[in-house]
């Protein structure tokens, strides 16, 4: 079985301050692994993803993340953040063997202090 | 334009009254999901389907069912419901399998 865990319920940064945001994952094959932000009453929408090859993984809106194995961490982080980047994100594992389910974390409220 | 579209957005309804909502989407896509999202708990599938007429169960299935008889849509349907699925639901697809999947934008259900 895989799961997710999202350090950190709610983060609040400085306009310009480094974003990161935390996710822990287990899994007992390679995963795939996703971020999403959720903008308020919108449905999710994909910022990046790992499933094979480079670790350090690039995404929209200047965000990245880096799948780090040995510390079973996918960790999201943006140099500066933005007003606009407020929203709520989640971290979610895949099991790349069946590739059937997608299992997500309990998410992270992302605010921007100006 | 490529898009999940749940119908409806919105819906307070009571008891044991049978209620559906749709999923359509118009991408070819062979795998399609439902997901309710609670706080505090963040998305938790309820069903899943990687092609039309193959259905399984997600991590939260009881009191749901699904059908998948055409390939672009999946409804979810709730024969009795109970206050417990009051959530807000999403519908997501992809090319297969879980690979980044478009989500609609999410039904509100209330059940009193």
């Known amino acids: 079985a895989q799961s997710v865990t999202q350090l950190g319920s709610h983060v609040s940064v400085s306009e310009g301050a480094l974003v990161l945001l935390r996710c822990n994952y287990s899994?007992?094959?390679?995963?795939?692994l996703f971020w999403y932000v959720q903008y308020p009453n919108q449905g999710l929408q994909l910022l990046l993803k790992?499933?094979?090859?480079?670790?350090l993984v690039k995404g929209i809106n200047g965000f990245e993340a880096e799948f780090k194995k040995s510390e079973t961490s996918f960790h999201l982080t943006k140099p500066s953040a933005h007003m606009s980047d407020a929203a709520e994100y989640f971290c979610?594992?895949?099991?790349?063997?069946?590739?059937?389910?997608?299992?997500f974390g309990s998410g992270t409220q992302l605010t921007v202090l100006p | 334009e490529a898009q999940v579209t749940q119908n409806p957005r919105y819906l307070i309804t009571v008891t044991g009254k049978k209620l559906t909502v749709t999923c359509s989407q118009n991408?070819?896509?062979?795998?399609m999901s439902w997901y309710r999202q609670d706080p505090g708990l963040g998305l938790r599938q309820i069903y899943y389907s990687m092609n039309v007429e193959v259905t399984d169960k997600g991590d939260v299935p009881e009191g749901y069912k699904v059908s998948r008889k055409e390939k672009r849509n999946f409804p979810l349907i709730l024969e009795s419901p109970s206050p417990n699925q009051t959530s807000l639901y999403f519908c997501?697809?992809?090319?297969?399998?879980?690979?980044?999947?478009?989500f609609g934008d999410g039904t509100r259900l209330s059940i009193l």
């Open positions: 997501a697809s992809s090319r297969q399998g879980i690979q980044p999947q478009h």
């Open positions: 899994s007992s094959v390679p995963p795939y």
């Open positions: 979610a594992v895949g099991d790349s063997g069946s590739a059937r389910q997608l299992t």
């Open positions: 790992y499933t094979t090859g480079a670790t």
């Open positions: 991408m070819n896509h062979e795998y």
